[in-house]
């Protein structure tokens, strides 16, 4: 997030100890924030890491830390680690990002063929449209991941590379003020920050355990421990922290109905994490900060295919508890802040590598995504990016913050696997070979930015932030992304926000790989053809594009707030498998067929989201008992050719908190989540739907959860609880909406030693 200035003074001179992107903090960090989980930013307390100071003996340009910048966003959320500590996640960042209003978890499209493997989607626009990062920095693992013909990925995303314990907060942007971002953020940003390196020696401990009832259900075990503190007094600084954590699979026969078959229940996790944080004070305005994080993922394999446990292959039931697949990501950063008497300047370098190891899987329409071989195969992503901004204050007939930045990104993918799968030797395909050792198995792409974006107090109580982006791809051109968001006091409580911006997603690797084939006997072709077919690669595609609205009122006074915003996004240019034949080949070992009738990916898909998000916080007894609710109610959320769902999340979605802080060491919190009914999709879109869709929905229902925590001292907490307390599940059937399983009653209890 960016540091917003306020009112310049008669010097320039800034305060050091304030930047909390560049992760400069003193004391002890986990001593830091106390802002409690909203779904609004406004009114909120201010944390250590956000706190303004002053200079004693001259005017001073104060720095603000996120929670300024986010009071001037609409769409905005954070989430700091006393909220994680009062309701953890059992294994998944998104367990408790989810919570946020417009927030929700699904698979990749509106098919929810992979239902278990959820990701967070922002506002129903996908959860390729969510822009993950950690400490500032985008996290793209999940681009190694194949990508099919439905548009789904067989990954959990990118929300669990960091273990809760080490979160010092989480900020959630939505809507307009994403744009800010470029590529990937049409639905939102969610930016995971780690605790930083502290000037004294601290160390800590952390056990946590998720035990459900069922015993058919996985359980959760996480160990991690962290060292901070001074290699050479108020110059270098480090952070280390290291993470072990395993979540079993549920049983292979969780989902069982009556007639014997069954989709595969949640697989489980094993998880390795090393992480490391130099922080070198050059001098009091020139910080450098060196991060690299090691992290090995892999599965426990519950028998999730891209259709159903009832054996298509023998090798599916085999493989159950194994690892068929586990990722490998490296990621290094070096950053400067820099202080100056004309503002602020931020540099970044980072550099990630994903290796990609997993089993081979078909590809051919009604068994795509299933195991069918006890090779592995890796496919190895790397990023390189290069961000350099500044903001500057300065005034011209009102006062203004002005920030500008220079992004580069470079992706490389190479996936032999994915690109060779596909054997269609002794013919040529839309002018590329059907041979698989022909086919190039690389693919890249660069991206330019550059952008600008000015704080303006235009008026007394009026507050402009009109943006301007530019992005350029070696392969697809220029990209414009304009913004505008407004804030106006209404009253002394009263707020209006406002914002509209054009965001926008390039292609990924996968769909502009031109060598990228995939084949079908026909299942898995568009419903008026007859033959078989081959979806390729394309590297004529534009963007994706969306013109992302937004406004609201909130509504602050003597620590009461309430909030409602309505949201719309017209998303354009959506990259969907082709529904035109680009022709037929001659395919003399087809199954059904001897001609393929040839498709491509294309642009053309149009699809909107509206909705309302609204919040609400009573402090029923001051500093004693808080009431906190956040709700999202979607008006629509479809394409506009076929009234399918863009994905499958809820109609409306609740989430509220009754924290209590009995005395001053134990403090319990009451949560209710209540979801509304999921629609399936109703219009069938390749041929093995076309006999009839599944009308299944899930209804709606609701789960609670308590949890208690108790500081034993200031060395020693615990915490324990129970999630859905009235045991309410849900049943993966993989038919129409009911993808997913909602795990039943569980017991957790958390332990953290410290000094």
């Known amino acids: 997030m960016k540091s917003i200035y306020g009112r310049r003074k008669t010097t320039l001179s800034i305060v050091i100890g304030l930047l909390l992107q560049a992760g400069i903090t003193s004391g002890n960090a986990a001593e830091s924030s106390t802002i409690q989980l909203s779904s609004s ?402 693919n890249s792409q660069e991206l330019s930015a550059v952008y600008l974006e000015d704080s303006i107090d235009a008026f007394n109580g009026t507050t402009l932030i009109p943006g301007l982006r530019l992005d350029y791809s070696d392969r697809f051109g220029s990209n414009w992304s304009p913004s505008l968001n407004i804030q106006q006091e209404l009253t002394d409580t009263l707020q209006l926000k406002a914002g509209i911006a054009r965001v926008f997603k390039a292609p990924n690797l996968y769909q502009s790989t031109e060598g990228y084939l995939l084949a079908s006997s026909g299942n898995g072709c568009d419903i008026g053809g007859s033959n078989g077919c081959y979806l390729m690669g394309n590297g004529d595609l534009k963007p994706e594009v969306s013109i992302n609205k937004e406004i609201g009122l909130q509504w602050n006074d003597a620590g009461y707030s309430a909030g409602l915003t309505y949201f719309r996004n017209d998303y354009q240019n959506k990259i969907v498998s082709g529904d035109t034949s680009l022709g037929t080949v001659e395919v003399a070992s087809a199954r059904y067929s001897s001609e393929y009738n040839i498709y491509q990916w294309q642009n053309g898909g149009k699809a909107l989201t509206q909705g309302l998000e609204a919040n609400l916080t009573i402090p029923l007894i001051a500093d004693k008992l808080n009431w906190r609710t956040n709700a999202t109610y979607m008006f629509t959320s479809k394409y506009k050719s076929t009234g399918n769902p863009l994905s499958l999340i809820p109609k409306y979605t609740v989430n509220s908190w009754l924290d209590y802080q009995i005395t001053p060491d134990f403090a319990t919190t009451l949560s209710w989540t209540m979801y509304g009914r999921q629609h399936p999709r109703t219009t069938a879109e390749i041929r093995k739907e076309a006999s009839g869709l599944s009308e299944n929905e899930v209804g709606s229902y609701a789960i609670f959860g308590l949890g208690f925590n108790y500081e034993v001292n200031k060395n020693l907490k615990l915490s324990a609880g129970v999630t859905n307390l009235l045991d309410k599940r849900i049943y993966r059937e993989n038919e129409g909406a009911s993808t997913y399983n909602e795990p039943g009653r569980a017991y957790y209890a958390g332990l953290t030693t410290s000094f």
């Open 41 to 442: 930013a406004d009114n909120q307390p201010t944390s250590q890491n956000q706190v303004k100071k002053k200079a004693t003996n001259e005017d001073t340009m104060v720095v603000n830390a996120p929670a300024e910048k986010l009071k001037q966003q609409p769409g905005a959320s954070l989430i700091t680690h006393e909220d994680i500590e009062r309701t953890p996640p059992a294994n998944d960042l998104s367990e408790i990002i989810r919570k946020m209003p417009g927030v929700n978890l699904t698979g990749n499209s509106a098919t929810g063929s992979r239902g278990n493997n959820r990701q967070i989607d922002i506002r129903g626009m996908g959860p390729e449209n969510t822009l993950i990062l950690v400490d500032g920095v985008p996290v793209s693992s999940r681009s190694s991941v194949r990508y099919s013909r439905t548009g789904e990925r067989d990954s959990r995303g990118d929300t669990n590379w960091v273990p809760a314990e080490m979160v010092d907060h989480i900020d959630i942007l939505r809507g307009p003020a994403a744009a800010h971002y470029g590529s990937g953020a049409m639905g939102g940003v969610v930016n995971i920050t780690t605790k930083r390196p502290t000037n004294d020696w601290h160390g800590s401990l952390s056990l946590f355990t998720n035990q459900p009832e069922d015993k058919d259900e996985g359980a959760t075990k996480r160990m991690n421990f962290s060292l901070s503190g001074p290699l050479i007094d108020d110059v270098l600084s480090m952070r280390v922290y290291g993470n072990i954590n395993k979540t079993d699979a549920d049983a292979y026969d969780i989902n069982t109905n009556e007639n014997g078959s069954y989709a595969a229940g949640r697989e489980g996790v094993r998880n390795r994490d090393i992480n490391t944080a130099l922080q070198w004070k050059i001098n009091d305005r020139q910080y450098l900060d060196f991060n690299y994080a090691y992290s090995r993922q892999g599965n426990i394999y519950a028998g999730d295919t891209q259709y159903s446990n009832s054996n298509l292959s023998t090798i599916v039931p085999e493989l159950y508890g194994a690892e068929t697949n586990r990722m490998y990501r490296q990621a290094y950063s070096l950053t400067h802040n820099g202080i100056w008497d004309w503002g602020q300047s931020k540099l970044t370098l980072s550099y990630e590598d994903t290796h990609n190891t997993r089993l081979e899987e078909g590809s051919t329409g009604k068994v795509e995504g299933m195991i069918n071989s006890d090779t592995y195969n890796t496919s190895r992503y790397k990023t390189w990016r290069v961000n350099n901004e500044y903001t500057i204050p300065f005034s011209l007939w009102v006062d203004n913050t002005l920030t500008m930045g220079f992004e580069w990104n470079k992706e490389k993918l190479n996936d032999p696997a994915s690109i060779q799968e596909t054997d269609a030797t002794g013919i040529e395909i839309n002018g590329v070979s059907g041979d698989p050792s022909q086919r190039n198995t690389k």
